[in-house]
């Protein structure tokens, strides 16, 4: 059982997915390819909560409690697939994000990129 949320780590969740996993002998059907495939999978059903809708619309659907819990539904499929993926591969996860926010920051600097939605390679300065 898991603390109460504003306790848990990210390692914590990473255990408790694998916890999950391994109580039911899942761990062979969760190969990289079949991770990354469920991954993309639930990120597709993730989009079709959205999908042909326009903002005002996605709006009042997040203020409907049910469907914005079938939202947080999708995003916890989402990020548990890549934990599993991480972890099948040997990735911390904590490591990689960090890795991956210091070169975000290299590429997007905030005198650069604060306030507008332009790809790195298209904000000039450097």
């Known amino acids: ?56 619309e996605v709006d009042q659907n997040l203020a409907d409690a049910a469907k914005r819990a079938g939202v947080a539904d999708e995003i916890a499929d989402v990020v548990m697939f890549a934990m599993l993926l991480a972890d099948r591969l040997g990735i911390d ?9 210091a070169a975000n920051e290299q590429k997007y600097p905030v005198n650069l990129a604060r306030g507008n939605a332009r790809k790195y390679t298209e904000l000039g300065g450097g």
């Open 93 to 101: 996860l904590a490591e990689a994000i960090t890795a991956k926010l």
């Open 1 to 56: 059982m898991l603390q109460p949320p504003a306790t848990v780590t990210l390692a914590d969740l990473v255990a408790a997915v694998c916890r999950f996993r391994d109580e039911r002998d899942w761990a062979e059907f969760h190969t990289p390819k079949n991770l990354a495939a469920a991954t993309a999978i639930e990120a597709a059903e993730l989009q079709e909560r959205f999908l042909w809708k326009t903002d005002a």
